[in-house]
Every structure is written in C-alpha cells, then in structure tokens.
C-alpha cells in the first residue's frame, strides 16, 4: 500500500492550499484517512480524520478554516486549507487504515511541506 501526497507549498498569510493524498496498492477497504503535520521541533499531530462512514474531526485550532473529505472512487484524502497562518508551517503527512488480509493497518505518506509566510 502507498500514499501518494502532494499540493504543498510557499503560501501568503491568509491564503489557501489544498492537499491531496492518493492510496493506491493491495486492499480489501479503506477505513479512516487523515492529515497529521510535524513543525519543526514539535510533535506530530492530527489535524483532521474522516472515517469511512463521512464523519469528520478536527484539531481545534483549524475548526473552521481547514475541510477535510475523500472521493471513495479515487481512493483519495484531501485538506482544503483557508486562512493560513504562520503556525500552519508544517510537515503534513496523510494517513490511511485499511483492511489487508482481515486485518487493520496504518500507512503513512511521504509529507508534504506548506509555509506560510508572514
């Protein structure tokens, strides 16, 4: 199983980005999804997650300003981003759980990097 991330980049203060993360390879289903990122220095963390069923979750300082969603038939994530701000600077990475031979396991994408610049 891979993950293909991408739509990262140099962004103004305010401005948007949106992410895109594709899975492709061996799996019966794909179970949750989602975006976690690392600034430098810092732990990473979860961002947004949708589960198969649609339901969404996100980090509180992004409720309102980032959507999370997924197209179910291209096997895709994305993180639409609004609003940025200078503490957006991050590696973000996607996620997936998928079920592989009756069992649930987790894969992460390579990260992709946004800067948003003051």
């Known amino acids: 199983v891979q993950l293909q991330a991408s739509g990262g980049g140099l962004v103004e203060v305010g401005g948007s980005l949106r992410l895109s993360c594709v899975v492709s390879?061996?799996?019966?289903?794909?179970?949750?999804m989602g975006w976690y990122r690392q600034a430098p220095g810092q732990q990473r963390e979860l961002v947004a997650s949708?589960?198969?069923?649609?339901?969404?979750k996100y980090e509180d300082s992004v409720k309102g300003r980032f959507t999370i969603s997924r197209d179910y038939a291209k096997n895709t994530v994305y993180l639409q981003m609004n609003s940025l701000k200078p503490e957006d600077t991050a590696v973000y990475y996607c996620?997936?759980?998928?079920?592989?031979?009756?069992?649930?396991?987790?894969?992460w994408g390579q990260g992709t990097l946004v800067t948003v610049s003051s």
């Open positions: 390879g061996r799996f019966y289903s794909i179970n949750d």
């Open positions: 996620n997936t759980r998928v079920t592989r031979y009756g069992q649930r396991v987790d894969y």
């Open positions: 949708i589960t198969s069923d649609g339901s969404r």
